[in-house]
C-alpha cells in the first residue's frame, strides 16, 4: 500500500471537508456582503433561507468527491472499497466539523448520509430509516440523528459482515459525529 498516497488523498479529503458551503454560497453565489462581518451569526440565522440549496450541493460535493475517489482507487492503495470510502468520508467529515479555512462548525448530518451508502447500503438505507421514523415521532433533528448514526455500526456489524478495519472504523466514525453532537444532545436531554 502506497501509505504516501492515502495520506496526501486524506488531507485532501480533510482540506476539501473544510470548505464551508453556507460561506461560499452566501460570499459568492449570493454576494452578500454582510457575511465578511459576522459569519457565523449570519450562516446561523440564513442556514434554511434561498441558500440551503446551494449549501446542500457544495457540502455535498466536497464530500462526495473524497469518498468516491477512495472508493475506486482502493486497489491501488490495496485497501478494501468500503474502508477506503470509510477513510474520506471521515476525512471529509472531519474537516467538515472541524475546518481549517474558517470558523463554523458542521454537523456532519449531509456528510454521515453520503459516505454510509459507499460503506454499506442496507445499513445505511435502514439507519436513514431510523432517523426518519424517529424524527417524525420527536420533531427535532439531533437526537434521532445521534441514534441513527449508532445504528449504523451495529446493523453494519451484526447483520452485514464486514472487513475488521470498516467494523472498527465505522465504530470510531459514529463516535467522531457524536462527538460533534454531544453539546446539542445534553441540551436536548436536560429539557
Do not use: C
Not at 153 to 180: A, N
Amino acid at each position: 500500500m502506497s501509505y504516501i498516497l492515502l495520506f496526501v488523498l486524506l488531507m485532501f479529503s480533510y482540506l476539501l471537508g473544510s470548505i464551508q458551503g453556507s460561506y461560499i454560497s452566501s460570499k459568492y453565489i449570493y454576494k452578500d456582503t454582510k457575511v465578511l462581518s459576522d459569519w457565523q451569526e449570519y450562516k446561523s440565522v440564513h442556514t434554511f433561507s434561498r441558500e440551503r440549496v446551494w449549501v446542500v450541493f457544495i457540502d455535498g460535493v466536497k464530500v462526495l468527491i473524497p469518498v468516491l475517489l477512495l472508493f475506486l482507487i482502493a486497489p491501488i492503495l490495496s485497501l478494501d472499497h468500503h474502508f477506503a470510502a470509510l477513510l474520506g468520508g471521515a476525512a471529509a467529515t472531519l474537516g467538515h466539523m472541524y475546518p481549517m479555512f474558517h470558523r463554523g462548525k458542521g454537523e456532519a448530518m449531509e456528510a454521515f448520509i453520503i459516505t454510509s451508502p459507499f460503506v454499506s447500503l442496507p445499513s445505511s438505507l435502514i439507519s436513514i430509516g431510523v432517523f426518519a421514523f424517529l424524527f417524525l415521532i420527536v420533531g427535532r433533528k439531533t437526537l434521532p440523528f445521534v441514534i441513527s448514526v449508532f445504528s449504523f455500526p451495529v446493523l453494519l456489524i451484526l447483520f452485514f459482515s464486514p472487513t475488521f478495519e470498516t467494523g472498527i472504523f465505522s465504530i470510531l466514525y459514529s463516535i467522531l459525529i457524536f462527538w460533534r453532537q454531544k453539546k446539542a444532545v445534553n441540551s436536548y436531554l436536560s429539557e
